[in-house]
């Protein structure tokens, strides 16, 4: 595709609910990293892969959270058991990955509004 | 750990200059970046600091300074679509398997008229 794109857009969910959210990259990039943004806040980084290994799961805030991919393309972050502190916008970004030290831009999606009430 | 420190909020008049501040606290770096975020909107790249020095893209230009740990965004011209969030970040350690970007919490840049 163009962009990167995240479905839903928006979600609104019950507390103790399990949410999916759906991230698609842009076609060719080897590396996609969730984010999460709450209102005013920074991007906070909650997992990296590298084709459909993750090789970094060091932001996942607790074993509710996790996330698979599946043919170096689709991504889809579960939460188990939602809580109302996990209501934020959840942010999919998708990278070319090289060795050395070029940087590679990150090409972010429009991001799920997730509300737990 | 890392953290990076920048100003919450900005205020400027169009056609003005503006310079937006980060300071940071790194283990292993490589460079300061700068995105973009339009209220609602998905951040979008604009540029990357490797090297000591100033960087310039058209009405924007980013500086590092890794002897001071300090790095700007600073926009020229101001426009009233300029209005947005601004985040530096520290990118993913290279050749390595380390995923995380640290960023700021952003700064609000109200542009007025």
């Known amino acids: 595709g163009a962009g990167v794109s995240q479905s839903p857009s928006n979600k609104v969910t019950e507390k103790g609910k399990d949410v999916e959210l759906r991230c698609d990259p842009i076609?060719?990039?080897?590396?996609l990293y969730w984010y999460r943004q709450s209102l005013g806040q920074g991007l906070e980084f909650l997992i990296y892969?590298?084709?459909?290994?993750?090789?970094?799961k060091s932001g996942l805030p607790s074993d509710r959270f996790s996330a698979e991919r599946t043919g170096g393309s689709v991504s889809t972050l579960t939460i188990q058991r939602t809580q109302q502190e996990d209501s934020a916008v959840y942010l999919c970004?998708?990278?070319?990955?090289?060795?050395?030290?070029?940087?590679?831009?990150?090409?972010f999606g429009p991001g799920t509004r997730l509300t737990v009430l | 750990g890392q953290s990076l420190e920048q100003p919450s909020e900005v205020t400027a008049v169009e056609g003005a200059i503006v310079q937006i501040n980060c300071t940071y606290q790194?283990?292993?770096?490589?460079?300061l970046s700068w995105y973009q975020q339009h209220d609602g909107g998905a951040p979008t790249f604009l540029s990357y600091?490797?090297?000591?020095g100033l960087e310039e893209t058209g009405r924007f230009s980013s500086f590092l300074s890794r002897s001071d740990s300090y790095g700007y965004l600073l926009l020229q011209e101001l426009q009233m679509k300029d209005s947005a969030s601004y985040f530096c970040?520290?990118?993913?350690?290279?050749?390595?398997?380390?995923?995380?970007?640290?960023f700021g919490d952003g700064t609000t840049l109200t542009v007025k008229p």
């Open positions: 790194t283990s292993g770096f490589y460079g």
């Open positions: 970004a998708s990278s070319f990955r090289t060795s050395g030290t070029s940087y590679n831009e990150q090409f």
């Open positions: 076609s060719g990039h080897t590396a």
């Open positions: 970040a520290v990118p993913p350690l290279y050749n390595t398997n380390a995923g995380k970007s640290t």
């Open positions: 892969f590298q084709g459909n290994s993750a090789p970094d």
């Open positions: 600091n490797g090297l000591d």
